[in-house]
């Protein structure tokens, strides 16, 4: 009932409506991945739904010939329940993704930090059998400079953010600037020695940092992307698209929209009022 509302960020809540903003976001020369909503997965038979659902999403790709990869989040196919479950679930959308489409890459979202450690352990064991797959870091953890090391070590693809999730002191860096200068600190030697780095962020300040370093460290703007949300900034991911750069829009799509539609609102104040703004214009 809510959706009108969470529409602006939310691709519909069919495949088919995902694929249909996908067609529209190549049109204008940006990549996508797509995500299907659902996490926090308490049983089997609704993990095995989620991974269902990936596998009949990748059959209607590899028909629909747009450009796109995939997201996902391993706590909904069961990764807080039985991680060897999770495991399995996730090496089956590996192997369908691999067999049908054109970039078969899934990347492994990054959830809240009591997940942190199960979802990296559970990418070493994917990534030692299935190159197409890489994850998330988050600048905000105190732990992620080390897990950058690794990464880079792996020659894992890692997509780096701020962090969306509310923690700890103990945990995490709080305050926004600290959060912004850990970024860059950790953006540089992903775009020097990373595979394939992506930098998730619709902060211009650090888009501009991104770009300054690539360009003094001769970094070609093919070795790397931009990756923005669906519905924000749709100004900028365009604008960089016309300065040659790389930009991936995350698409994600399905019934279980709430809580990603909640994250996004309570992250930006202006992201909901933009939400009510748009209701009240249609
Ligand atoms: P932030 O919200 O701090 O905004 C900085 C500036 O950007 C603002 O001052 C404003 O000017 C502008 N701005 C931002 N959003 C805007 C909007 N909607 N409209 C207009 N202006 C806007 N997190 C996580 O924990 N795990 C994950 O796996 C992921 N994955 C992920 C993928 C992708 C593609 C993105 C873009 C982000 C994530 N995130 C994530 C979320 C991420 O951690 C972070 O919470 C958000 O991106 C918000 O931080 P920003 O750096 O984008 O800008």
């Given at each position: 009932m809510l959706?009108?509302?969470a529409a602006r960020f939310v691709a519909g809540e069919t495949a088919d409506e995902a694929i249909?903003?996908?067609?529209?976001?190549?049109?204008d020369g940006l990549d996508a991945t797509i995500d299907v909503l659902g996490e926090d997965v308490?049983?089997?038979p609704s993990a095995a739904r989620i991974r269902d659902t990936y596998a009949a999403l990748i059959e209607q790709l590899h028909a629909a010939g747009v450009r796109t990869n995939l997201s996902l989040k391993l706590s909904a196919l069961g990764l807080t329940f039985d991680p060897a479950l999770a495991l399995a679930n996730f090496c089956a959308i590996l192997d369908a993704a691999q067999q049908a489409l054109p970039d078969p890459f899934v990347r492994i979202d990054m959830e809240g930090s009591a997940?942190?450690?199960p979802t990296l352990a559970l990418f070493r064991a994917a990534f030692a059998t299935h190159r197409n797959t890489g994850t998330v870091l988050q600048a905000y953890l105190h732990r992620t400079p080390a897990d950058v090391d690794e990464m880079i070590a792996l020659r894992a693809r890692v997509r780096l953010c701020k962090g969306a999730y509310?923690?700890?002191?103990?945990l995490a860096i709080q305050a926004m600037a600290q959060v912004r200068e850990r970024y860059r600190e950790l953006a540089l030697p992903l775009l020097l020695h990373g595979t394939y780095p992506a930098f998730a962020t619709h902060d211009e300040s650090l888009v501009d940092a991104v770009r300054a370093a690539a360009t003094a460290n001769a970094?070609?703007?093919s070795a790397f992307e931009f990756q923005m949300l669906y519905g924000a900034r749709p100004e900028l991911q365009r604008r960089l698209v016309a300065a040659g750069y790389r930009v991936r829009v995350y698409v994600p799509y399905g019934t279980f929209w709430a809580k990603y539609f909640r994250r996004r609102v309570t992250e930006r104040?202006?992201?909901l009022l933009f939400a009510v703004g748009s209701l009240i214009r249609k």
């Open positions: 959706f009108p509302l249909e903003v996908v067609r529209r976001l190549n049109a308490g049983d089997a997940l942190v450690e509310k923690e700890p002191p103990s970094v070609p703007s104040r202006e992201n």
